[in-house]
């Protein structure tokens, strides 16, 4: 077994422990040293294990340590990859055992596939690209880097979804639009046009509702 910690111990990271032991119970893989968390206190414990640390004390760690990046917010969570430039860290992808995956699929660093999700074929997923629980990928779509999809999104085929960009709970977006870098698209949100970079839009149809 190879030894994990995860960075984050709020929702997303209590979520990260049920993965690894779902992925666990199918073929024993992962041990689940604890969490790093700026925000908690070395000690306490959340989903049965230990905040460790801060998050800067992995840049310490003489030792090779896999490491996943437990938080939704994709601004956050590329703030905290550019932290860590330890070179004994590495950053596995995680594949949940009910998930589908097609062909030709290609899935970046530090990225995690949860219960539920389906992908088809021909396949470009970035680094510490989240795709949580229930979400769909259609044919020949593309999701930047640090960019996180939440549950129950649908990616219709030739959807291009630049970086760092957050897809809300529930949406849905059309066969060949494209995301710009750093939007945001609400719950629910039909997306049946181009979203430019940092634009924030919600509703059915989807309209722009803020810019950066």
């Known amino acids: 077994m190879k030894d994990i ?12 422990v049920v993965l690894l032991h779902q992925i666990n119970a199918k073929e024993l893989e992962w041990n689940v040293v604890g969490f790093y968390d700026d925000g908690k206190q070395r000690g306490e414990k959340i989903a049965g294990h230990l905040v460790l640390g801060k998050i800067e004390e992995l840049n310490a760690i003489d030792y090779p340590l896999c490491v996943i990046i437990a938080i939704g917010d994709p601004a956050i969570k590329r703030q905290v990859a550019q932290r860590l430039n330890n070179k004994h860290l590495k ?16 899935l970046g660093e530090g990225s995690m596939v949860t219960a539920g999700c389906r992908l088809t074929v021909d396949i470009e997923i970035g680094k510490h690209v989240l795709l949580n629980l229930n979400t769909t990928v259609g044919h020949d ?3 930047g880097d640090f960019s996180s999809i939440m549950p129950g999104v649908h990616l219709s085929g030739s959807v291009t979804i ?28 039909v997306v049946n046009k181009p979203v430019k970079d940092g634009v924030t839009v919600a509703g059915v149809p989807a309209r722009s509702i803020f810019k950066k």
Do not use: Y
Request: glycine residues 18%; aromatic residues 2%.
């Open 162 to 189: 630049g970086e760092s960009v957050l897809i809300g709970t529930g949406a849905s977006i059309l066969q060949h639009v494209h995301i710009g870098n750093q939007a945001v698209v609400g719950a629910g949100a």
């Open 5 to 16: 910690a995860i960075i984050g111990s709020g929702g997303l990271g209590k979520e990260t």
């Open 91 to 106: 950053f596995p992808a995680l594949i949940h055992p009910s998930a589908m995956m097609g062909l030709n699929i290609q």
């Open 141 to 143: 779509v593309v999701v």
